[in-house]
């Protein structure tokens, strides 16, 4: 009897774990390798999948308010003002969402450029220093030869 119950429990766990593994890795996921060609198509794509459903979202609240009020002229006053203010925070609610993605771009593109500025001037220091660097040895050369003819010009006297 303890052997069957075991048993059975163990079945059970297996049939679970199999079920949670296949909801967690579906046989069609793919992996994304993230580089920067295609670091910005994504973003395109997620940016026109995000207006796509923002459209999707607004054609349904337009079916479904007008749907309710002009197929149904029947419905009591408190009832449509109930559903307008239902409409009406819907779309605010969505407007708002449209705004706070809208800003976490601009955010991320001020992020972008501000990097982009920061290796310009790290890349400007460098090349300053490089030109520093070859003047010193351009300089320690000519000060080189110049005490290489003082020589010649002294073994010659």
Known sequence: MLNR???LKAWLLLIVLTKALSISFPAN????????????SLQERIRQQQTEQNQQIQERMRETWLRQNLQQPQLLQPQQTIQQQEFTRQ????FRQQ?????????RLQQQDFSRQQQL????????QDQQIRQQQQFRLQEQIRQQQLRQ???NL
């Not at 779309?91 to 969505?94: A, G, L, T, V």
């Open 5 to 7: 119950l075991s048993l």
């Open 29 to 40: 996921a793919q992996i994304i390798q993230r580089n920067p060609q295609t670091q910005d």
């Open 91 to 94: 779309r605010q609610e969505m």
């Open 99 to 107: 705004q706070l993605r809208l800003q976490q771009e601009q955010t």
């Open 121 to 128: 001037r790290i890349q400007d220091q460098q090349l300053r």
């Open 153 to 155: 010009q002294n073994n």
